[in-house]
């Protein structure tokens, strides 16, 4: 078994401590997030200089910039695509993307949408705060419903976008939701995506007490946990209610949000397909100038 870093060896080993202190508010989860990406890294071992992070705009978008690793931080929505092309360029380096709801699927959801259907190897860490934090606490399109937001002062009457059910509709060969006060199961998740030779999406249920808490009157950290803990069910439990429960319990578990894996299958990704169509021109290159004589 892997020995457990403790957290003052994980901030020496890999944070720019002239980058310190965050600008995360206090009980933002987005700090839990950093920690669970490195100890994931650490557990596997990685070397960071083939790591490589990714972001957008946005709080959970500052991350990459702490991290003592390549980085780019880049436009809003746009995290994605450059990521692509990071890994196209550089195939053997592990990328690793930081989005937010309203980054990676209100304003890029159309680059999330093709990451995912092409299954880029690609591992994605979103941090889902049911709002847009840092451009002043508007409506995010993961918003549950009945939510209060700047733009949504009376509440919102559109149904929340499900960002897993999205990816695994897609095809992304790992899928999975935690909320951030689960420390080992998102570690674990995260290890397993990174070593998943496709698309994966670890969805992370962050509290934003700032934006989403307080304009929705959750504004402690421990009354957001507390929504957590009785807004969702384990996606096992789910679907043992749904498949074998009374119409009550059914009733009961109805609209909570799902948690655990939702998909982990080795399938071939976009990069694999790409090498084999450039190795199948080659060939036929070949073939053609054999029989040309040239
Ligand atoms: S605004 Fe919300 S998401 Fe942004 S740092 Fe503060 S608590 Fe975290």
Known sequence: MTDIIDGEKLRQKYLRKGMLPTIFCAGCGHGSAIDYVLRAIDELGLDMDKVAFASGIGCSSRIPGYLNADGLHTTHGRALAFAT???????????????????????????????????????????????????????????????????????????????????????AAYVARWPIHYPYQPIKSIKEGIMNKGFALIELMSPCPTAFGRNNKMGDV?????????????????????????????????????????????????????????QRLIAEDDARWAKEGK
């Open 85 to 171: 092309g990071l890994k196209a360029a550089n195939p053997d380096l592990t990328v690793i993307v930081f989005t937010g709801d309203g980054d990676g699927i209100g304003i890029g959801g159309n680059h999330f949408i093709h990451a995912a259907r092409r299954n880029i190897d690609i591992t994605v860490i979103l941090l889902n705060n049911f709002i847009y934090g840092m451009t002043g606490g508007q409506l995010a399109p993961t918003a549950p419903l009945g939510s209060i937001a700047s733009t949504a002062p009376y509440g919102n009457i559109e149904d929340a976008f499900n960002i897993c059910e999205l990816a695994k509709a897609l095809g």
């Open 222 to 278: 421990d009354v957001l946990w507390r929504w957590y803990e009785e807004h969702s069910i384990l996606v096992e439990d789910y679907e043992r209610i749904m498949t074998y429960g009374t119409e009550e319990e059914k009733e009961m578990v109805r609209g909570k949000f799902q948690i655990g894996v939702f998909q982990n299958v080795r399938k071939e990704g976009f990069f694999e397909r790409n090498d084999r169509l450039i």
